[in-house]
């Protein structure tokens, strides 16, 4: 399997097939297995080309000693490790670590507040129950950065009362991605939530568990897989996403990564192409990471709908 | 683990059970909401924001009731989420409504109270008194001196010019003062800001105006060159020109026409709904990029599709050996995040030094990002490989997911690859698929971040009322209209209005597809 992956051309496969004699080919079967099989090796190929160029182009830039644009156009000419180690005596270090504190908090107080929320629905029966989900089923398909406008105004009017979750405050930029948790979230976790039997917290209950005992001690660890999803795409989600940062950072000194990156990029002249380069490299590694893990998620279909930003 | 007293009395909570750490840690976070929320209402008040100070009150007795009360089980779990979700989500959309019609932005940015304030403070002319200046210092505040009709004056921001004991006067002007500091031309030049700035008033009268220097060494008479009178809520000007208070457009509007700045925010109904639609300055443009929008997201939605389905199909053949590591490369894009991928193309496809035109294409200077046409066709492609991968999983997802018995009964009736293809193969995938492809489409429609990164809606209409260019999809018209150039939120956020009527239409119909597909399985 791997041999035919390595080289992809019908050559090499034939080879290997010749290997086992225990077959007889029809005749003519190499023929049949080109027009059948072999071409999709070369389409593969040409596929993959198409997708690891960008990535194959970012990666030789950023190592590339001339630190331009037009110095980085040949792949992988020599390689040199100084814009990394350049790039920690930028803003960089800290835009990252603002991102990944932006995104943490982010992601975990979506987890909890939908978490709690997927609860009630899910466990309760009250007054109101049913006009919330539907409720949160309108909302939902209003995004948030919709209101981007008025997002910048409601926290240019906040500043004056809360400093802290004011504009250019990452507080209160987390505040905001947190305006969007329950909208988004609460219904992928309250189908799961449905499917955990609620015997279980009945007889919790008979034992004298209080609901608070039940939600935390029984119920969110049996959930806890699409905690683990919907956390890692609320990660995934904030750490990529723009134009909200954009408008309540307004400071360099408080940029996250997507708002620094592209101040870096497009600034035509003297971009610090290179530099930039090498951010997005290491900026990448995280999501990608995360994406793998996700992969078998997202064919699953448990996150329908949830297009990347 | 006192089980048989629990099963007789009712099951208290550990948050509310004296003996245990729950009550204490929700005593100490209540404690903590309670601080911040007072904290909050006393700022508030002091700041005179009374939207946020009754929103403050009303949240904060919601929170200890509901965080107190026996009752109410269910609200402890929703209360955080609702919260923000009506501070956050639906409080600013209520607000994007308000704005839209209102003239909110440049030069109409506040109330009429501060407007008239405003415009008081700038507006002076130069009366026809002057005088030698001594700058002095007194108890670490600065203050002019002067000498009238023979007379030592001194006064600060605050205190009016008032007569000077002890003061050394050399002519017309004072040279030494007692227990404070004169300050030489060097100190001035060190703390020239705060000497420029420097009003004081002549008298305890507004009318009077204020003194105030430009080069440190003499003092002229500034006066006030409006006057505002209350009664008839109009200003007045020096040579009597009346400029009366317009609350239709904001301004106070003289009857030549002339306007004073800045204005004030005022309702102006359906004006900037108008202004897009019929404004002929603007409703090309506006209607150029809504056309753009729905080509854009139609476009992307169509290719990745395309691709991402002829991928799928492809490779879901078990005859192809490798198809897992081709199907982890095929997805690396998609893994990649989707603002670095934008600017690397954005770098990729410079004109003159871009990788596309300098080594693929051997020194072509092809403007990909610099002519319109291209800068579409740019931006389609650049989106068709950030999303056929999203578009490929889904696919060989829905794929797998088709039962085989019903491609072998096409065989069986005699249908060839392509007829089952298109009549079995298709019409099942679409029921799982196309609730995403609707949710792509609204994904797209909003797609920012790609077409700022890329473009950054360029290539820009020369001559627009405001920054707008080839590219931009409604959403970054938003944002250009209310963040680059002139600051119009009213405007923009009229525009925002649109897209949530678009957006809300796409999801009713993906939402209503979702309910036919789940009768259908």
Redesign the interface.
């Known amino acids: ?2 041999t ?2 390595s080289t ?1 051309t019908p050559k090499r ?1 034939a080879g290997q097939a010749s290997l086992a004699p225990a077959h007889r080919r029809p005749k003519g079967w190499l023929w049949r297995w080109c027009k ?2 072999g071409w ?2 070369l ?2 190929l040409v ?2 080309v ?3 160029l ?2 194959l ?2 990666l030789s ?1 950023s190592v590339n000693p001339r630190g ?3 110095g ?3 792949l992988f000419q020599s390689v040199t490790g100084e814009h990394y180690s350049r790039l920690m005596q930028t803003g960089f270090p800290r835009w990252m670590a603002h991102s990944l504190y932006v995104s943490t908090a982010t992601a975990v107080g979506t987890v ?3 978490a ?2 997927a ?3 899910s466990r ?1 029966r ?1 007054k109101g ?1 049913r006009g ?1 989900l539907t409720f949160l ?1 309108i ?1 939902q ?14 926290l240019l ?2 500043k ?3 400093p802290q979750i004011g504009l250019g405050q990452h507080l209160g930029l987390i ?2 991605y ?6 988004a979230n ?1 219904f992928l976790m309250y189908g799961f939530f449905n499917t955990i039997p609620k015997e279980i917290d009945e007889a919790a ?9 039940i ?1 935390w001690g029984i119920i969110m660890r049996l959930v806890s897989p699409i905690l683990a999803v919907v956390g890692l795409l609320s990660f ?1 989600g904030t ?2 996403e ?2 909200l940062a954009r ?1 309540v950072l307004q400071h360099q000194d408080q940029y996250t990564l ?1 708002v620094g ?2 101040v870096w ?2 600034d035509e002249r003297n ?1 610090p ?1 290179s530099l ?2 090498a951010g ?1 490299v290491l ?2 590694i995280p ?2 990471l995360l ?2 893990f996700l ?1 078998k998620y ?4 448990l996150t ?2 949830g ?3 | 683990m006192n089980k048989q007293a629990s099963v007789e009395t009712p099951p208290l909570s550990h948050a509310r059970d004296l003996t245990r750490p729950g009550f204490y840690v929700k005593l100490v976070l209540m404690a903590l909401v309670n601080a911040f929320g007072l904290y909050g209402i006393f700022a508030s008040w002091a700041q005179e924001q009374w939207g946020i100070l009754g929103f403050l009150v009303v949240t904060l007795i919601i929170a200890d009731y509901v965080y107190f009360s026996k009752r109410a089980i269910p609200a402890k779990y929703l209360f955080p989420g609702l919260v923000f979700l009506a501070v956050y989500q639906l409080y600013v959309m209520g607000m994007t409504g308000w704005v839209a019609f209102t003239n909110y932005g440049d030069g109409h940015n506040d109330t009429k109270k501060a407007a008239i304030t405003q415009i008081l403070a700038t507006s002076e002319v130069e009366g026809d008194v002057s005088y030698p200046l001594t700058v002095v210092e007194r108890d670490g505040e600065l203050g002019f001196a002067v000498v009238q009709d023979g007379q030592p004056l001194f006064g600060t921001a605050d205190e009016p010019l008032a007569p000077l004991d002890g003061a050394t006067v050399d002519g017309d002007k004072v040279t030494a003062v007692d227990g404070a500091t004169v300050l030489q031309l060097n100190d001035i030049v060190q703390r020239q800001d705060a000497v420029l700035q420097l009003r004081v008033p002549m008298s305890d009268e507004p009318e009077d105006g204020s003194l105030r220097t430009r080069n440190g060494s003499t003092a002229t008479q500034s006066l006030p060159a409006l006057h505002y009178d209350e009664a008839a809520d109009t200003l007045t000007n020096t040579e009597g020109v009346v400029y009366k208070a317009d609350d239709k457009v904001g301004n106070y509007v003289a009857e030549n026409g002339d306007v004073l700045k800045p204005g004030w925010r005022v309702g102006v109904g359906l004006d900037n709904f108008k202004y897009l639609f019929t404004d002929s300055r603007v409703s090309g443009y506006f209607l150029g990029s809504l056309g753009w929008t729905f080509a854009f997201a139609i476009l992307s939605v169509l290719t990745t599709f395309a691709l991402g389905l002829v991928l799928a199909v492809i490779f879901n053949d078990p005859r192809v050996k490798g198809r897992v590591v081709y199907r982890a490369l095929f997805i690396l894009p998609y893994a990649f995040p989707g603002f670095l991928a934008a600017l690397v193309w954005k770098g990729m496809l410079n004109r003159q030094f871009g990788f596309i035109n300098q080594t693929l294409l051997g020194g072509a200077e092809i403007g990909w990002l610099t002519d319109g046409n291209l800068a579409k066709l740019s931006i389609l492609m650049v989106n068709l490989w950030l999303g056929f991968p999203y578009m490929f999983l889904i696919c060989t997802g829905a794929l797998q997911a088709i039962p085989a018995e019903l491609t072998e009964a096409g065989i069986m009736d005699g249908a060839g690859p392509i007829k089952r293809f298109f009549n079995v193969t298709l019409p099942m995938l679409m029921v799982s698929v196309a609730p995403l492809l609707i949710a792509s489409f609204a994904f797209n429609f909003n797609n920012f971040s790609l077409i700022y990164m890329l473009t950054g809606g360029g290539p820009n209409y020369p001559g627009a009322p405001f920054t707008v260019g080839e590219t931009d999809i409604l959403i970054s018209m938003v944002y250009a209209i209310s963040f680059e150039s002139q600051k119009q939120y009213g405007l923009a956020s009229a525009l925002s209005i649109l897209i949530f009527v678009v957006v809300g239409i796409i999801s009713w119909l993906g939402f209503r597809q979702t309910r036919k597909l789940e009768e259908i399985m």
């Open positions: 399997m791997t035919s992956v992809g496969s059948e099989v999709k090796h389409f593969a596929f993959i198409y997708c690891i960008p990535l182009y970012v830039a331009t644009l037009t980085s156009n040949q909890l507040m939908a709690a929320a609860y009630a629905f309760f009250f129950r919330g089923l909302i398909m209003f995004p948030q950065m919709l209101a981007f406008v008025a997002i910048f105004l409601l009017s906040l004056d009362v809360f505040a905001v947190l305006g969007g948790a329950l909208g609460t209950k008979i034992d004298g568990a209080s609901h608070a005992q939600f995934v750490y990529g723009f134009i408008v997507a990156l592209y990029a497009s971009a192409w930039f380069a997005a900026a990448a999501v990608i994406f793998m992969q997202i064919v699953s279909g329908a709908g297009v990347k930003g």
